[in-house]
Each structure stands twice: as structure tokens, then as C-alpha cells.
């Protein structure tokens, strides 16, 4: 080690820790978000127990979406404002960081209980303008005001199809509560429903950022860290709350639903092909989400709306813990080689066992291939055995641990987290039990085979790596891939070389 080495390890090793910020408002904006999350278990134990909602007032209803969704995003905003304490320390807008992340808190929560469409699409609203703020926290940076105006875009257009959808149901029904607009979806004309149903689908694929309304997520990448946790952890998830409170309404005309399906797949599958491009980590996580959500989606189409709670909360979970932890993550692979090991006729043949088990295992529990048959539940099914399939054979070729062991650990830690997402799948459906239409799969249409062969089309591309042969497919997915322009927070001219 040379002496000007030596002398930088030590200034490094001397900087002295973040202090916590002095003001109140941190401390007392953490506090209240860790006592909502206690009150919200509260509200959880009395709903399984009670079995059904209830309505606090005429603006307000609890059932077992909000209980669920009450505890989830609670305990995210909880996690994110600890962290926010020392992560954003020094910050000279640390106050209205901390007011907006407990503001943001607040109008899910709102929305996930609003029972007057009035307060539900203000809530809606109220969730997309604090996001933007959030994006474009660092106002000295005219990237980050530029992602914030572009983000403000398209949730101020996914709030005017919200607002529009629920105005005409609020028309044909004469009812003026979610519950009461439900209820008379029959007398409703077709048409009248259709467009209705079409500008909430709309709403929510822009909230989640599918293909290709994709392009405000990719390009919110200026936002502090924690902020990008609680909007890929909760904010994108919304989309899934959506359609699930409107299940009566969009489960019930068979061609939304197979353009939900068609939608979600292929957002899923772009998603996954965008990361193969991307080089910055926040960028590969977005793309990532763009995937997941899509999934989700995907779910919801196929009438399976329990599924899709289940996977947001799962995402969620994973999606906070990889940017909470991302600076750590570029550490680890900038210290060391990130390398592969072949794995073999045994390796493959150990991803293809765990994934057929996953498969059957997650079947078998949620009941979801009691048919040979191809049907709603053999295509969730299909899906998991593709993502088990990928889980093992990614883990077997980036575990450093003796074969014999690999072989049989992980196997079973893949097998296990299966099982751990199918009991989270039967205790969601039990907690929407009472929350209509959210358990009804829909029919098989052309739609749905077409999923299955680009599904299994994709999965031949990618493992047989047929896409590094094709610069055209490169140059489209970086392309498809770009955020806006002015929010990119580097350029290659912006380099001083001297």
C-alpha cells in the first residue's frame, strides 16, 4: 500500500457518522407512522375476527383489503422513515422530506378506506402529487424538478381517468359510495361500463408504470434513495389496490379482463429484457418493478386478485430492502468479481426438479392445479414454475458453496420461500374473502394462450441467449430503456478530463 493510499483509507475511515437533525418534525413523524402501524395491527386482529367491514361514516369503510394494505404500508413508511433519519441528515429540506413521506403515508391509507368516490379520487390524487414532490426533492438540481414535473404528468392524467371513470359510474348508478356504485353495477348499460372499466384499467397501468406509460418511473431516479424505496415498495403497488377495489366492474366483461392479461404480460416480459441493458443499479432495480408490476397486473387479469395482493406485499418487501440497501450492494460488487459457475447436467437438472416441485407444491396449497386442463389457475402456475426455474438456476450458478451442498440447500430454501408465498396467498384470499369479485378466475380466451407461448418463447430466448446475437434487439431495449432526457443527472460532455 502506498503512502497516498494509506493517507486516504484513514481520511476515509476518520469522516465522521451523519448527526441526527436536530428538528422535531423527523422524530415526530417517525413516531406517528410506528403508531399507526401498531393501531393498524389493532384494525387487522378486529377484521379476522369480525369476519366483515364496517363503515366508520358515510366517507369511510373498513374490510379486508384495507386492513391488509393499512399494515403494509405503514410498516414500509416505518421502515423508511428510520432510515431517512440518518440517510438525510444535513439535509436543509429535511422537514417537508419527512411532512411529505408521512402525507404520502396518510393519503394511501385514505384511499385504501375511502368509501365516498369524492374522497377516494382526492385521495388518489392527493398519492400522485406528494410522489412527484418527493421525486423532485433536490431542488438545486434541474433534473430532479424536470422528474418531478414529468412524473406529475402522468399521475395528474391517471387521476383525470380515475376522476372521469368513477363520475360516469356515479351517473348510470346515481350512487355516490364505492359500495353503493358496486352494488348497481347491473343496472349499468354495456357500454356505459365498458368505457368506465377501460379508464380505470388505464389509470391503473399508469399508476404502475406498464408499457408503455413506463417511462415516469425510469425517470425518477433523482429521488433520495428512501424516497425511490417507498415509491417502488408502495406507491407503484397501487395500481394492484385499484383494480382489486373494482373487481365487480372489471372482472365481470371478459375482454378488459384479457386485455388486463395481455398488458401485464407484456410488461413483464419487456421489464425483464430491459435489465439485461442497463448498467446503473437504481435503473436495473426500475426495470425490475416495471417486471413485477406487470406480473401483478398479469394476475389481477386472470381474476386472481388475491394473488396480486400477495405478490405486492412480497415486492414490496424485496424492492425496500434492495434500495435500502443499494449503496451496499454497489460496494460488494465493486470490491470483488461477480462471477458464474457452469452449472452442469446436474445443475440444470436440479433447477428443472425444484421448479416442477415449486410448481406442484404451490399448487397443491392454494388449489390452483387441481386440473390437467389449461385454465386461469395452470397459467399462475406456469408462471411460478418459470420464476423457481430462474430463482434456482440463478442461485446454483452464484453460490460459492461446496456442489453436494448447493444441490440440496437450495432446493430447499427455493422450495420453502414457494410454500411461504403460497400460505401468504391462502391468508390474503381468506382476508378478501368478503371483498366482492376478487376470487373468481376468468375464462380462457385466445389472449391467454398467446401469453403462454411468449411466456415460454421469452424463457427459450433468454436461456439459450439468443438475444446477444441480435444488435437490433440491443438498440430497442436501450431505447425502449431511456428515460426523459432532462432528467438524466449525468452526461458524457458533462466529464471534465483535464
Given at each position: 500500500m502506498t503512502e497516498d493510499t494509506a493517507t486516504i483509507d484513514d481520511d476515509i475511515a476518520q469522516r465522521p457518522e451523519p448527526t441526527p437533525p436536530r428538528s422535531a418534525v423527523p422524530r415526530a413523524s417517525t413516531w406517528t407512522v410506528w403508531t399507526l402501524f401498531l393501531a393498524s395491527l389493532g384494525v387487522l386482529a378486529l377484521t379476522v375476527r369480525g369476519g366483515a367491514g364496517w363503515e366508520l361514516s358515510p366517507l369511510l369503510r373498513i374490510d379486508g383489503l384495507t386492513a391488509v394494505m393499512w399494515v403494509v404500508v405503514t410498516f414500509f413508511s416505518g421502515i423508511v422513515h428510520s432510515y431517512s433519519r440518518r440517510y438525510m441528515a444535513g439535509d436543509?429540506?429535511?422537514?417537508?422530506?419527512?411532512?411529505?413521506?408521512?402525507?404520502?403515508?396518510?393519503?394511501?391509507?385514505?384511499?385504501?378506506?375511502?368509501?365516498?368516490v369524492a374522497l377516494f379520487v382526492a385521495a388518489w390524487l392527493a398519492m400522485g402529487l406528494l410522489m412527484a414532490s418527493l421525486i423532485g426533492h433536490v431542488r438545486d438540481w434541474s433534473q430532479a424538478r424536470a422528474a418531478g414535473r414529468?412524473?406529475?404528468?402522468?399521475?395528474?392524467?391517471?387521476?383525470?381517468?380515475?376522476?372521469?371513470?368513477?363520475?360516469?359510474?356515479?351517473?348510470?348508478?346515481?350512487?355516490?359510495?364505492?359500495?353503493?356504485?358496486?352494488?348497481?353495477?347491473?343496472?349499468?348499460?354495456?357500454?356505459?361500463?365498458?368505457?368506465?372499466?377501460?379508464?380505470?384499467?388505464?389509470?391503473?397501468?399508469?399508476?404502475?408504470?406498464?408499457?408503455?406509460?413506463?417511462?415516469?418511473l425510469l425517470s425518477s431516479m433523482t429521488a433520495p434513495t428512501p424516497a425511490s424505496a417507498l415509491m417502488h415498495a408502495g406507491f407503484v403497488n397501487a395500481g394492484g389496490i385499484l383494480l382489486t377495489r373494482f373487481a365487480p366492474l372489471v372482472g365481470d366483461r371478459l375482454v378488459v379482463m384479457s386485455a388486463i392479461v395481455l398488458v401485464g404480460a407484456g410488461s413483464?416480459?419487456?421489464?425483464?429484457?430491459?435489465?439485461?441493458?442497463?448498467?446503473?443499479?437504481?435503473?436495473?432495480?426500475?426495470?425490475?418493478?416495471?417486471?413485477?408490476?406487470?406480473?401483478?397486473?398479469?394476475?389481477?387479469?386472470?381474476?386472481?386478485?388475491a394473488a396480486a395482493i400477495a405478490h405486492l406485499i412480497l415486492h414490496g418487501f424485496y424492492k425496500a430492502y434492495l434500495f435500502l440497501s443499494s449503496g451496499a450492494g454497489v460496494e460488494r460488487v465493486a470490491s470483488k468479481d461477480a462471477g458464474y459457475t457452469e452449472l452442469g447436467f446436474a445443475g440444470v437438472a436440479v433447477s428443472l426438479v425444484t421448479a416442477v416441485g415449486g410448481g406442484a407444491l404451490f399448487g397443491v396449497l392454494t388449489g390452483k392445479a387441481t386440473s390437467l386442463t389449461l385454465n386461469s389457475g395452470m397459467i399462475l402456475t406456469l408462471v411460478v414454475v418459470l420464476t423457481t426455474l430462474t430463482a434456482a438456476r440463478d442461485i446454483l450458478r452464484r453460490s460459492t458453496l461446496p456442489t453436494t451442498v448447493r444441490f440440496v440447500s437450495v432446493p430447499l430454501v427455493v422450495l420453502t420461500a414457494i410454500g411461504g408465498y403460497a400460505v401468504l396467498f391462502n391468508a390474503v384470499s381468506l382476508m378478501l374473502s368478503g371483498v366482492p369479485?376478487?376470487?373468481?378466475?376468468?375464462?380462457?380466451?385466445?389472449?391467454?394462450?398467446?401469453?403462454?407461448?411468449?411466456?415460454?418463447?421469452?424463457?427459450?430466448?433468454?436461456?439459450?441467449?439468443w438475444?446477444?446475437?441480435?444488435?437490433?434487439?440491443?438498440?430497442?431495449?436501450?431505447?425502449?430503456?431511456?428515460?426523459?432526457?432532462?432528467?438524466?443527472?449525468?452526461?458524457?460532455?458533462?466529464?471534465?478530463?483535464?
Open positions: 436543509s429540506d429535511i422537514d417537508r422530506f419527512f411532512a411529505r413521506v408521512l402525507g404520502f403515508t396518510v393519503a394511501v391509507m385514505t384511499m385504501t378506506a375511502a368509501n365516498h414529468v412524473a406529475r404528468r402522468y399521475f395528474l392524467a391517471s387521476s383525470a381517468l380515475l376522476a372521469g371513470s368513477v363520475a360516469v359510474l356515479v351517473w348510470a348508478t346515481d350512487a355516490t359510495t364505492l359500495t353503493g356504485v358496486l352494488e348497481g353495477l347491473e343496472g349499468v348499460p354495456r357500454p356505459v361500463g365498458l368505457v368506465a372499466a377501460a379508464g380505470i384499467v388505464l389509470a391503473a397501468i399508469i399508476q404502475s408504470a406498464l408499457f408503455p406509460f413506463h417511462n415516469w413483464a416480459l419487456l421489464g425483464q429484457a430491459m435489465i439485461l441493458v442497463q448498467t446503473d443499479v437504481k435503473r436495473k432495480l426500475g426495470c425490475s418493478t416495471i417486471a413485477q408490476m406487470g406480473f401483478m397486473i398479469l394476475q389481477c387479469g386472470l381474476g386472481f386478485f369479485m376478487t376470487h373468481v378466475s376468468t375464462a380462457m380466451t385466445a389472449v391467454h394462450y398467446l401469453v403462454v407461448a411468449l411466456f415460454a418463447g421469452a424463457y427459450l430466448v433468454a436461456e439459450l441467449g438475444y446477444r446475437s441480435s444488435e437490433r434487439l440491443y438498440v430497442a431495449l436501450l431505447n425502449v430503456s431511456q428515460p426523459s432526457p432532462t432528467t438524466v443527472l449525468t452526461a458524457k460532455e458533462e466529464y471534465n478530463d483535464a
